[in-house]
């Protein structure tokens, strides 16, 4: 950045504000639209902020609807979704990078073509699965098809990272005594903290997001609604107050932006850490 | 404390045999270094020996006590790696006190060792500082420190000074011999520099493509080299090497050399050959006196000391994948150096006359390239 010309500055400033613009926009409309009332949803020309803010909207979300019932659900599910695909991912990426298995490549590039399989095409055998094991309308059913579809990225983003990190440093460990599972706890772990870090994230954010299995799996228990699920709800045959689902949506978002910032100094404050020469 | 034994050590990498009927016995507090070129087996027979790679047949002891089976951590044994292997996340007083907490020592016991270490060498200004905020050479001694506040039975280095410059390099290889002399610690030390061997090696173990070519001290194999490889790859400038007919008077063999006739050392009776591999050492030729007349090519003065360039005599050019590779001076396969060092002048193009003096000069098989003695006959590989 140092040299650019003022001209070039500006120039970068513009490119990052349009971007930031296009990008936040949606959430701006989300937000505006939230505090408008209900008659005043389809003025043209649109007001830009609303004359009359209706501040209460989001109060009312959390009085008329099980919001933190959803918002329970939905965290125990992102949660457990989280561990259970970075368990396995971990597990798994670490035998790929480390070990020389036969046909280890081929089973890589196997565990890699899974993930594109769309969910849809999965849903119906997920869901004969589920129910001849009695999940469905329980919340494992939806985190176990979440990380049928995690696990596969996972596993490959860690054992990219797992390649960068030198064997010898296990080795080390080994040597100075550490079990081998000691050497991935104490050693590779650690190192390999960013590269857990966005993966949790990914599962984190991907399991939130899930619309489709819990529509699918959860539909007649009403205990077990997640967020996306009970909001999705309030959309009626014939009105839809979708002010009211836009301050759901806005509440819904912002566990991810507080997940985000908690992990975020792992994801940048230990990728120049690598190894060490 | 501890010998260390590999009896018929075996290697193979799918079908590849990366080592070979491996036989080495290493006596309590020797510096043992294992040269050879490049991908020649050094560091997998220490993994080997360090439990990080398994045998493929073979036992290996440390101590008296079979390790072959044991894993690493119960070999009792301290490694340090060429890349350090440092843990990246973990200050220096963690590095080194690692090992100690693996072995379950209270912590003030591991506080007192690692600053013990710290002192000896001179990183107890680093110790609450990560490894990459080290020098080189700083994060090269906390390997060595995590080596040593371990009080193992032996060392294992896997060319632990690679990643230092030539300076720091010469500095640091004294120190770790000193630091080994006065810890007494059996070493085992990897190296593809036979520099490095023959300053710190109290034995040497020379390698060639998975195979032991000699064993022996330094002195040992820079004297009696036994076979081409060896001759060609200890020493620097490396031995000259040319082709010479074998001519035979009763039980005494001559050669010559540009014309002129050596008497050799080997008894005629040891050379049914009609012509032979004879090699001399730089700093053997003698310039001078009744030799043969040479024109040099080339000469390099570092003062007093100068090396002289000069053809190899037509027609007994000696050219062979067996040495060529592995010599470190910059010299065409047909000429031949000498080191001398006296007060005169030289030009290039000057003829001179180089003289070999004959308990100089070794004699090989040109068949199998194995040395051929006088006093103890063929000495074995
Ligand atoms: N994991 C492996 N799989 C297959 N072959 C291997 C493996 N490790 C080493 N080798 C082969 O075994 C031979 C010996 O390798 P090694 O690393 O011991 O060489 P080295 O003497 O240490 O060389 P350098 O001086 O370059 O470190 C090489 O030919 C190498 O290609
Ligand atoms: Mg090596």
């Not at chain 2, 180089?354 to 390239?369: A, G, R, S």
């Amino acid at each position: 950045m140092r040299n650019h010309s003022l001209l070039g500055k500006i120039g970068i400033y513009a490119a990052v504000a349009a971007t930031c613009g296009l990008l936040l926009f949606p959430i701006y409309w989300m937000f505006i639209t939230a505090l408008k009332p209900a008659n005043r949803l389809r003025d043209f020309p649109p007001e830009f902020w609303p004359e009359n803010p209706q501040w209460n909207v989001f109060a009312d979300v959390l009085n008329s609807q099980p919001f933190g019932l959803w918002m329970w659900n939905t965290v125990l599910v992102a949660i457990a979704t989280m561990i259970l695909s970075l368990t396995v991912g971990t597990l798994a990426a670490y035998a790929l990078s480390r070990f020389r298995l036969r046909g280890g490549q081929g089973l890589g590039l196997f565990i890699l073509t899974s993930k594109m399989l769309p969910a849809t095409l999965l849903i119906i055998p997920l869901f004969v699965v589920f129910r001849s094991l009695g999940l469905t309308g329980s919340l494992w059913s939806v985190i176990i098809a979440q990380s049928t579809l995690i696990v596969p990225f996972a596993t490959w983003m860690l054992k990219g990272y797992f390649d960068t990190i030198p064997p010898e440093l296990e080795q080390a460990a080994l040597v100075d005594g550490a079990s081998p599972l000691g050497a991935i706890v104490r050693i590779v772990l650690p190192v390999a903290a960013p590269g857990m870090a966005a993966t949790a994230l990914y599962a984190f954010v991907i399991s939130w997001s899930d619309f489709l299995y819990a529509r699918t799996f959860l539909t007649t228990s009403e205990s077990k609604w997640t967020l996306n699920m009970g909001i999705a709800t309030l959309k009626g045959e014939f009105v839809t107050d979708w002010n009211v689902i836009m301050a759901a949506s806005l509440m819904a978002a912002v566990p991810i932006v507080g997940v985000y910032l908690f992990l975020e100094r792992y994801l940048v404050g230990g990728l120049s850490a690598g190894s060490e020469k | 404390m501890a010998t260390i034994e590999f009896n018929q050590i075996q290697k193979s990498y799918g079908g590849v045999q990366a080592i070979r009927d491996f036989n080495l016995t290493v006596d309590d507090g020797d510096f043992c270094v294992f040269v050879g070129p490049s991908g020649c087996g050094k560091s997998t027979a220490l993994k080997m020996l360090a439990g990080l790679e398994p045998t493929s047949g073979g036992e290996i002891a440390i101590g008296g006590r079979d390790v072959t089976d044991l894993g690493p951590g119960k070999r009792d044994i301290a490694m340090v790696f060429q890349n350090y292997a440092l843990y990246p996340h973990m200050s220096v007083r963690s590095n080194i006190g690692f090992g100690l907490k693996m072995h379950g020592l209270p912590k003030a016991e591991i506080d007192r060792k690692v600053a013990e270490v710290a002192d000896i060498l001179e990183l107890s200004d680093y110790l609450d500082r990560k490894p990459r905020a080290l020098s080189g050479g700083q994060r090269q001694r906390v390997a060595l420190g995590r080596a040593i506040v371990r009080e193992p039975s032996a060392f294992l280095m896997d060319e632990p000074l690679s990643n230092l410059d030539a300076k720091l390099r010469v500095q640091t290889r004294a120190e770790i011999v000193k630091l080994q002399k006065r810890l007494g610690v059996t070493t085992i030390y990897v190296t593809h520099d036979q520099v490095e061997a023959l300053t710190m090696a109290t034995k040497i173990v020379v390698m060639r493509k998975g195979v032991i070519q000699q064993i022996g001290s330094p002195e040992t194999l820079f004297d009696t080299p036994a076979n081409l490889f060896v001759a060609g790859f200890i020493g620097s400038p490396g031995m000259n090497f040319f082709r010479g007919p074998v001519e035979k008077e009763g039980d005494v063999a001559f050669t010559r050399f540009a014309g002129a006739r050596i008497k050799l050392a080997v008894p005629a009776g040891q050379l049914p050959f009609d012509n032979a591999i004879f090699g001399i050492r730089p700093e053997h030729i003698r310039i001078g006196g009744e030799g043969a007349e040479i024109g040099l090519t080339l000469v390099e003065s570092l003062g007093t000391e100068k090396i002289l360039h000069f053809q190899t005599p037509e027609g007994q050019e000696f050219n062979d994948a067996d040495t060529a590779a592995d010599h470190d001076d910059e010299r065409d396969a047909s000429s031949m150096l000498a080191r001398v060092i006296d007060d005169v002048r030289y030009a290039d193009g000057q003829a001179i006359r180089v003289h070999l003096p004959e308990d100089k000069i070794h004699v090989f098989n040109p068949d199998t390239h194995t040395a051929l003695r006088a006093a103890s006959g063929q000495v074995n590989t």
